[in-house]
């Protein structure tokens, strides 16, 4: 990932979307841990970095928000001083500096009369101006990327909308880079340039958020994208329902992990896993069939 | 094997509406104990009617009282005032053995399916209860008539000696489904079925309901906050706002040229699935927050968000009237955003 991008990670319940991101912050919780392979940040190694540097790059260099702000939040402390004390736990600003910025911060994430909310409790808070506290905390240090774990899944849509928007402001203006991780592909096209989706703890597809959703090429991604309606429809199309439900991670299928479920599959999917290969440029999907292999009739015939 | 009696199920004979609800309020109180206590009109007269094989798509943000109103309509609660008419008959005024009997017809799914079945009864017991409760059939009928719905619902009738606790997200819900369809009812409630299930999970079920609807001729009232699943799903779309319904019309008028700002707002809220127009979708944000049903504004209860409010829209309450052919709404300024 870019400094500066927006990386879209989509996935169900399970498919391993979180982790994903707890990962990237070095704070996959017990008795989970990271068993292989490696994570740069501006080429540093995550996965060895010594206490004292991680506490720095959590939340300093790499922040993340919440799907449920209330649990992130402290009840009992104001939403200024929280604000104020996540930029005095790194070495950026000074206690001066902290203080001064808190007002600022909040009137960035657009919390009308900041200076008044500022000495307020979260609990006065309604949903999307906790999540805006929590995305103003989370910038608090002007870090590199933010990562934001569902952040909207909780809230009504007209709210929806405000944070979606505020997040494409702070990344076109501060140029923070942006993984926002959910469940729903609109939410995704609406932020994202870089999609990748998830399943059962693996990526299925990758690329360009536009070519992965006007082709997909894993089944996987092709399903999920039309078993969702479309607040655009016009014509009443039955939905793409994907059969069954997804793997126990403990008990993984052979072979390539979508296979019960994909509607598709041939002999080969069933012994081998496939890898994850480029289909296109900038595309990468982990299929041995390919939608593009795919007849229109087979695709219609799924739609029963 | 023995065969089975027939159950005796019911059957609807209305001319008109099924549904036919009229100026309904729902007000609770709140804070007894100090001071003054404040009511919460959660559901503040509103009128429609439901016509039998159609489904109704009731939307709204958290809040706006379109849980409330989907159970008022069940008489799960009372109404605090206004009259709801199923199949032609009053059912606010009734009580005791005539409203159990009426409820024979109108059954509820609700939202979240780990909360609404029993942990400690075979999902065939709890889809055999309704028949039970009503007395309906011998032990053996009711078998057959629970293996029978089990399986139109996607069910193996195999696993009717199981706990909930066995079955998935899906399946469960599809448990619900099975107990209110198992008294063959002319109306269903759907309280937000499908909003605590995965993605993939969700179109069996909207599937599995259009299937219901079209082989038992149901009629559904789906009350949902995702505009998406609402449109695929209804024929005709009700907008509630604080209490009030603000629009009804079809579900492509709605969509297509809805007449209230508050709805026009909604669509514009809501992200294209497709990169290509979600770049050119220009959403209109509402600034402030969503008012107090305990002390609701004046005049149009949008007013205080509505970005083309005028001072009569303060001052006089826009009825909910006949805009255009067959589409509703309550605004001063319609089809004006």
Known sequence: ?304 | MSQAPALELVQSKTTGPLVSVTDVTKHFPTGGGFGRGQVVRAVDGVSFDISAGETLGLVGESGCGKSTLGRVIMQLQPATSGSIKFEGRELTKMRGNELRQVRQRMQIIFQDPYASLNPRMTIGDIIAEPLKNFGLGNRAAREKRVQEVMRVCGLNPNFANRYPHEFSGGQRQRIGISRALVMTPSLIVADEPISALDVSIQAQIVNLLEDLQNQFKLTYLFIAHDLSVVRHVSDRVAVMYLGKIVEIASSREVYETPLHPYTKVLLSSIPFADPEREAQRKPILLKGEIPSPINPPSGCRFHTRCPIAQQICSDVEPPLELKKDGHVAACHFPGKL
């Open chain 1, 1 to 304: 990932m870019n400094a500066g991008e927006t990386l879209g990670i989509v996935g169900e319940s399970g498919s391993g979307k979180s982790m994903t991101a707890l990962s990237i912050l070095n704070l996959v919780p017990e008795p989970g841990r990271i068993t292989g392979g490696q994570i740069l940040f501006k080429d540093r190694d995550v996965v060895s970095m010594t206490s004292g540097e991680l506490l720095e790059y959590r939340g300093g260099d790499a922040s993340m928000i919440f799907q449920d702000p209330m649990t992130s939040l402290n009840p009992v402390l104001r939403v200024g001083f929280q604000i104020e004390e996540a930029m005095r736990a790194h070495s950026r600003f000074d206690k001066r500096q902290a203080k001064d910025r808190v007002i600022p911060l909040l009137e960035r994430v657009r919390i009308p009369s900041p200076k008044e909310r500022a000495r307020d409790f979260p609990h006065q808070f309604s949903g999307g101006m906790r999540q805006r506290a929590m995305i103003a905390m989370g910038l608090a240090n002007e870090p590199a990327l933010l990562i934001a774990d569902e952040p909207t899944t909780a809230l009504d849509v007209t709210v929806q909308a405000q944070i979606l928007e505020l997040l494409k402001d702070l990344n076109r203006e501060l140029g923070t880079a942006i993984i926002l991780i959910s469940h729903n592909v609109a939410v995704i096209s609406s932020l994202c340039t870089r999609v990748m989706v998830m399943y059962a703890g693996r990526v299925v597809e990758s690329g360009p958020t536009r070519q992965v959703f006007d082709h997909p090429e894993h089944p996987y991604t092709w399903s999920l994208l039309r078993s969702v309606p479309r607040v655009d429809e016009r014509r009443h199309e039955r939905l793409i329902s994907i059969q069954g439900m997804p793997p126990d991670l403990a008990r993984l299928p052979s072979g390539c992990t979508f296979h019960p479920r994909c509607q598709f599959k041939v002999e080969r999917c069933m012994r081998e896993e496939p890898p994850l290969a480029e289909v296109a440029a900038d595309q990468e999907a982990r299929c041995w069939v390919l939608m593009r292999n795919v007849s229109k009739e087979t695709r219609e015939a799924v739609k029963t």
